[in-house]
Nanobody
Framework: QVPLVESGGGLVQAGGSLRLSCAAP????????MGWFRQAPGKEREFVAV????????YYADSVKGRSTISRDNAENTVDLQMNSLKPADTAVYYC?????????????????WGQGTQVTVSS
């Protein structure tokens, strides 16, 4: 199983920005859809954003739409999530995931590979 590695999390004040990155150092996901999910303490893992294999289509959760941008670089085998105007409600562990089966999946069950997650904490 090829691992995914997230980076870029941290502590930021409300209204600030963060850029999360996901890399696949052991393989390639150029034909996979790539998604970001998040999980806050005591809550279920929830969908954040997804980008299809070519980067031509994206889909966002309503909670981040207009504040976040997902992008990918297939040559570098990376996927980024730029998050702006962060709110305390965005505090969670953010996970990168890859799906070989679905184009723009928004359910965790639609994804085949996962990273270990990166913590994002937004202070008020």
């Amino acid at each position: 199983q090829v691992p995914l590695v997230e980076s870029g999390g941290g502590l930021v004040q409300a209204g600030g920005s963060l850029r999360l990155s996901c890399a696949a150092p052991g393989g390639t996901f150029s034909t996979a859809s790539m998604g970001w999910f998040r999980q806050a303490p005591g809550k279920e893992r929830e969908f954040v954003a997804v980008i299809n294999w070519s980067g031509g289509s994206t889909y966002y959760a309503d909670s981040v739409k207009g504040r976040s941008t997902i992008s990918r670089d297939n040559a570098e085998n990376t996927v980024d999530l730029q998050m702006n105007s962060l709110k305390p409600a965005d505090t969670a562990v953010y996970y990168c995931a890859a799906s070989q089966r679905y184009g723009l999946g928004y359910r965790a069950s639609q994804y085949d590979y996962w990273g270990q997650g990166t913590q994002v904490t937004v202070s008020s």
